[in-house]
């Protein structure tokens, strides 16, 4: 009965690389989205989508692209992975936009 | 576009003190001001939020303020316990737009 699930949990890869995380929730959420923590700490908002919809699109490299194929799943392609890309992603969901953000458990991306 | 500055960026306290954590946020029209707990290697969970209708909200040991005059709201927590040790981060949004979050502290409870 988890709320948000990513998989994998970890990944790690090489350089140049091409991976997919992918994100579920079971809550019947409209809005869900992609949080990177870097090595500091900070969450920073990649990417919203709003009933499959894209609502907000940080300042991310078009390396990074979304994907909702229904409303309850938001996958994340990354292309040619860089080194800087290391870092753990979070999927988050929330009823309303920007409200109460649900995490799923994060998937820790080591780039070598 | 709304920027949140929180402070300290660490936080260590002895065990049954009370720790503060400040956030001030730059835009007059944020209404919505959620805390979030990180535990290590866990995801980041809800521990409060407060709306801009209400100057202060209290749960069990933890409690939020906000001062809308002075844009600056605290997450209070009295009689710490080890398990309070995480990073805690504050966020602000207002209606329409996403949550922008502090860099977070890391508390520290001594025991």
């Known amino acids: 009965d988890t709320a948000v699930s990513q998989t994998p949990k970890y990944l790690v890869t090489q350089m140049g690389n091409d991976k997919s995380i992918k994100c579920e929730q079971n809550l019947g959420h409209d809005t869900m989205y992609w949080y990177k923590q870097d090595s500091k700490k900070f969450l920073k908002i990649m990417f919203s989508?709003?009933?499959?919809?894209?609502?907000i699109n940080e300042t991310v490299p078009n390396r990074f692209s979304p994907k909702s194929p229904d409303k309850a799943h938001l996958n994340l392609h990354i292309n040619s992975l860089e080194l800087g890309d290391s870092a753990v992603y979070f999927c988050?969901?929330?009823?309303?936009?920007?409200?109460?953000?649900?995490f799923g458990p994060g998937t820790r991306l080591t780039v070598l | 576009g709304e920027n949140v500055e929180q402070h300290p960026s660490t936080l260590s306290v002895q065990e049954g003190d009370s720790a503060v954590i400040k956030c001030t946020y730059s835009d007059s029209a944020s209404n919505y001001f959620p805390w979030y707990k990180q535990e290590l290697g866990k995801r980041p969970q809800l521990i409060i939020d407060?709306?801009?209708?209400?100057g202060e909200k209290k749960d069990q040991r933890i409690a939020v303020t906000l001062n809308k005059t002075a844009k600056h709201f605290s997450l209070h927590i009295t009689e710490t316990q080890p398990e309070d040790s995480a990073v805690y981060f504050c966020a602000a949004s207002k209606r329409g737009n996403k949550l922008v979050f502090g860099a977070g502290t890391i508390l520290r409870v001594k025991s």
């Open positions: 989508y709003n009933n499959k919809e894209l609502i």
């Open positions: 407060i709306r801009s209708n209400v």
């Open positions: 988050a969901s929330s009823q309303e936009f920007a409200g109460e953000q649900f």
